[in-house]
Nanobody
Framework: QVQLVESGGGLVQSGGSLRLSCAASGPTFSAFYMGWFRQAPGKERLLVAS????????AYANSVKGRFTISRDNAKKTGYLQMNNLKPEDTAVYYCAAKTAASIPYRYWGQGTQVTVSS
């Protein structure tokens, strides 16, 4: 089983930056995908960014496009979410997630980390 451990959340002022990390451990699979989700009070959980581990192809929610960047370090088996120009509406609990095939739900989850952006 894949295990994911997140770090990097915190409190930041509007316009500031944070970088979240997600370290993966466990078996190595031929296909691997990582996504970053966020969930704010009263809102649905939203997939904000995703990456194909092998190809590096990325996708972003419109609300974060141009401000957030997802990346990975293959040797360290660690994914990152660089968040720039943060806004109060980015405040949420952020979760990393992983899966081993493209067309299945994300099945492995990190513990979550709080990101709070003050105005």
């Amino acid at each position: 089983q894949v295990q994911l451990v997140e770090s990097g959340g915190g409190l930041v002022q509007s316009g500031g930056s944070l970088r979240l990390s997600c370290a993966a451990s466990g078996p190595t699979f031929s296909a691997f995908y990582m996504g970053w989700f966020r969930q704010a009070p009263g809102k649905e959980r939203l997939l904000v960014a995703s990456i194909s581990w092998s190809s590096g192809a990325t996708a972003y929610a419109n609300s974060v496009k141009g401000r957030f960047t997802i990346s990975r370090d293959n040797a360290k088996k660690t994914g990152y979410l660089q968040m720039n120009n943060l806004k109060p509406e980015d405040t949420a609990v952020y979760y990393c997630a992983a899966k081993t095939a493209a067309s299945i739900p994300y099945r492995y989850w990190g513990q979550g980390t709080q990101v709070t952006v003050s105005s």
